[in-house]
């Protein structure tokens, strides 16, 4: 129950945040249908490309948009490495709970508000001017939707191992980026992993960054065996998580705190 308290808290926190919320779901709009037309002009050039025909292309397009938001896919979200800076950290370990799952359950409601906030209006403005496709077997809705939540999960425990490590490099800017431009790369945020040559597509199909965008994508979609693309997620989520987990009990013996 109490992180569940603690989900609901983050929903209510962040959804005060809400000129902020339409700004980005009106930017999330506009770069998706910039996107679209050049998805567009590439599969009128080249159908059945990565084997998707034109409407599963656009579609992919708005989802990927849609996810901006709920995966946090450009980094952040974490209260955490400025905590560490400043040393309220401290207290945060000092909490009869666990610290990575108090994280967790706030992100969970951060990432559920944003989801309809940020989500929706873009895949509606899609579906408006471009017609996407929508899954008419409830078993895909279903499957898309456990897709979705195991993403933000593995989202969470990336962008948790990259905000802990201020506990080590102090100045956690240069972790940022480099997650940043891994995320932006590997998660087929730019263009589906699908497209990606031999041993690469290979390599960013199996990275942890797929199941953040890519892999729901495809269960929408129904690209993918479910229980495989499923299990793949799950098997990411628990390394990751195990890993965080064992990165907060170092953290124990290393905080450094800045300032006075």
């Known amino acids: 129950m109490l992180y569940a308290r603690i989900a609901g808290y983050g929903f209510r926190r962040h959804s005060t945040y809400r000129a902020a919320a339409v700004a980005g779901a009106f930017t999330n709009t506009v770069f998706g249908i910039l996107r679209a037309y050049v998805l567009i002009a590439l599969w ?32 952040g979200g974490l209260e955490l490495s400025e905590r560490v800076r400043s040393g309220d ?3 945060d370990l000092l909490r009869p709970a666990s610290l990575q799952m108090w994280s967790l359950a706030d992100d969970l409601g951060r990432a ?16 408006v001017l471009f017609g996407l496709v929508f899954p008419a077997d409830p078993l895909t809705w279903l ?12 989202s969470f425990a990336l962008r948790y191992l ?23 790369f590997f998660s087929g945020m730019v263009l589906p ?6 041993w690469l597509g290979t390599l960013a199909q199996a990275l942890p960054w797929s199941a953040m965008v890519q892999v729901p994508a495809d269960l929408y979609l129904g690209k993918r065996d479910v229980l495989e693309a499923l299990g793949f997620q799950a098997a990411w989520a628990v390394a990751l998580l195990a890993l965080g987990a064992l990165a907060t009990n170092a953290a124990r013996r290393k905080v450094v705190i800045q300032g006075g």
Request: glycine letters at 10%; a negative charge; charged letters at 10%.
């Open 89 to 91: 950290v401290a207290l």
């Open 193 to 198: 992993l699908n497209l990606f040559p031999g």
């Open 143 to 154: 499957s898309f939707t456990a897709g979705l939540t195991l993403g933000v999960i593995v």
């Open 44 to 75: 009128e050039a080249r159908p059945g490309l990565a084997g998707y025909d034109l409407a599963d292309a656009v579609t992919f397009c708005f989802l990927s948009q849609a996810f901006i938001g709920p995966m946090q896919v450009f980094g």
């Open 112 to 127: 559920a508000y944003l989801f309809l906030a940020r989500s929706l209006p873009p895949t509606a403005a899609g579906a």
């Open 162 to 184: 990259v905000a802990l490590s201020a506990c080590w490099v102090i100045d956690d800017r240069g972790v940022q980026t480099m997650s940043l431009v891994m995320t932006f």
